[in-house]
């Protein structure tokens, strides 16, 4: 029988909830293929089998991870056999499992200098745990992938730089800690800092004109002008009086003179 041999796309795994989750929680790890699959084999660390499925025909297998403990919290990739030819793909790229560890403490977290800054300042975030043999890690508004992650000096301290921030910089900080060891454990997400940053030099705070203040040049021009053409008007009327008074005032008291 011939077999025609095809290019086998490497799968895709995911994990869901892909990040956030802790010890006892459910985690679906699903792997995605391009091709039908005849048998699916999911690995755990670097190959360690954990699941083959049986005959299957769909694309999408999934694995259910039950109370998740610190022995799940690694690495996972899958690799199916494509239906009919036999080929084997390649395994996908790896996906970390971390989970988070609620019996260590939240690391604390400072910013300096505090409140707003200028943009183009130099802004210091301080996250304060202890230090549990793994790197500390800086998140941004709740974003799922760290921005920074920094080893901890031997007080648990690691320092976050922010050079020369501009008004995307600001917004809200957090950091959390790896456990080092067997697995991919966290700390607990601490506290958030908020960091504003408002545009500073080439006059920036002078470019801005208050919108009362053009409402309110506009008020006083309107009034002196209404004043100007009022006196204007009242001092051409009174010369006009002035002008027929001299000679209408003789008219007129002449008039009955003649009458
Ligand atoms: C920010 O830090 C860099 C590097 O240390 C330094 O060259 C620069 O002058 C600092 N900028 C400000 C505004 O302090
Ligand atoms: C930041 O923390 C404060 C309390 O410290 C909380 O009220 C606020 O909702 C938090 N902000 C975000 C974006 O999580």
């Not at 690391?107 to 200098?113: D, F």
């Not at 919108?211 to 009327?237: E, H, K, M, Q």
């Amino acid at each position: 029988m011939a077999v025609v041999l095809i290019f086998v796309p490497r799968p895709s795994l995911s994990l869901h909830p892909s990040y956030g989750v802790s010890l006892g929680d459910d985690v679906t790890v699903r792997c995605r293929m391009s091709h039908s699959p005849s048998r699916v084999w999911l690995y755990r660390g670097v190959t360690s089998e954990l699941y083959r499925t049986a005959d299957t025909e769909r694309d999408t297998a999934e694995f259910s991870l039950l109370n998740v403990i610190p022995d799940n919290a690694m690495t996972y990739r899958c690799r199916y056999k494509v239906l009919g030819s036999g080929q084997t793909s390649e395994l996908s790229d790896p996906v970390e499992l971390v989970a988070i560890d609620h019996s260590y403490p939240k690391p604390g977290i400072a910013l300096s200098p505090a409140g707003r800054v200028g943009s183009g300042s130099n802004v210091t975030i301080r996250c304060q745990g202890r230090d549990y043999g793994g790197p500390t890690l800086l998140y941004k508004d709740g974003s799922s992938a760290p921005i920074q992650r920094r080893d901890p000096d031997v007080g648990g301290t690691a320092v976050f730089t922010l050079f020369g921030v501009t008004p995307a910089d600001g917004g809200t900080y957090r950091c959390s800690y790896r456990i080092g060891g067997c697995c991919s454990l966290s700390s607990p997400l601490g506290d958030n800092v908020t960091l504003e940053v408002v545009p500073q030099g080439d006059g920036g705070e002078l470019r801005w004109t208050p919108p009362w203040t053009v409402v309110g040049g506009c008020v006083a021009a309107f009034v002196i002008t209404l004043i100007f053409v009022v006196s204007f008007l009242l001092a051409a009327r009174r010369r006009r009086m002035q002008r027929t008074g001299s000679p209408g005032g003789e008219k007129r008291f002449r008039s009955p003179d003649l009458l």
